[in-house]
């Protein structure tokens, strides 16, 4: 007993010792905690302000208006505003000598019949997207260059997108499918086999007129099969078989499609005005 009565007395005095030490550590790391916090609030308001004055500057460059219309595009579908020009049948075509077009129309495959001429949509068109997917079919014995299954997609009736079976055909490259033809060859060769469907997605700008002047050229991209053909090129004018090309004033006209002897095939081919 008198052990712990001895005991207590020093151990009291060195606990006390600590208590106090604990405290004003405690009460030191508080202040600074205090004036820490005390220290940062202006930085903070400043922060918010800042935030505040970036939040003005950035709204200075948005554009609300217009909004862009909502257009419907699932896959394997014509967009909701684009004109479907092989639907379920030819009634959006004529034919270029006049009265109906002469071409086969079946399973919403629409095929060159040799012989009766060239065919043009009934409406007018300037700027547009066209898709088209197209065919041709096996080749017969001999048939090389520009003789092997060909047609050609004309904007406005003047400037043509080659259509011709250049898988392992050889013809001059700015006569090859996807050529702005006798103009521009195209910047790779994305041409799948005879008897597969190719797939032409066409952004065309038309030329601009003031009165009979040209005041801008047309413009064409060309993408083949998913690959870019035609990088936003320009378009000199008629796409000649002979001789130069040329402008001449004009509107808004048809989309034309050629009868060139042979038995090539368009489907799913619509358009939006741009």
Not at 4 to 30: C, D, H, M, T, W
Not at 72 to 77: F, G, Q, T, V, Y
Request: net charge negative; proline share 7%; aromatic share 8%.
């Amino acid at each position: 007993m008198t052990l712990y009565k001895n005991a207590a007395p020093e151990l009291g005095p060195k606990v006390a010792a600590s208590n106090s030490r604990f405290s004003l550590k405690a009460g030191a790391q508080i202040a600074l905690a205090a004036l820490l916090v005390a220290s940062m609030a202006p930085l903070a308001f400043a922060d918010d302000a800042e935030r505040l004055e970036r939040s003005k500057q950035a709204a200075k460059t948005e554009v609300w208006e217009p909004v862009p219309a909502v257009v419907s595009a699932k896959k394997n579908e014509v967009p909701s505003d684009a004109i479907p020009l092989l639907a379920s049948d030819m009634s959006a075509w004529t034919s270029v000598k006049g009265g109906e077009a002469k071409w086969d129309f079946a399973n919403g495959e629409l095929t060159v019949k040799p012989g009766t001429g060239d065919i043009k949509t009934k409406q007018g068109f300037c700027d547009v997207q066209l898709h088209v997917e197209w065919k041709v079919p096996q080749p017969e014995p001999g048939m090389e260059g520009q003789q092997r299954n060909n047609s050609g997609i004309f904007f406005q009736q003047r400037y043509e997108i080659q259509v011709l079976d250049s898988y392992n055909n050889a013809t001059y490259p700015n006569g090859q499918a996807g050529s702005v033809y006798k103009q521009t060859i195209p910047l790779v060769n994305a041409m799948r086999a005879p008897g597969e469907w190719q797939e032409y997605d066409i952004i065309y700008k038309a030329p601009v007129f003031d009165g009979d002047l040209l005041e801008s050229p047309g413009y064409v991209t060309v993408i083949h099969n998913g690959v870019v053909v035609q990088n936003h090129v320009e378009i000199q004018g008629t796409t000649e078989w002979i001789g130069a090309p040329k402008y001449k004033a004009h509107g808004c006209e048809p989309i034309q499609l050629q009868d060139h002897g042979n038995l090539v095939s368009f489907r799913n081919m619509w358009v939006r005005e741009l």
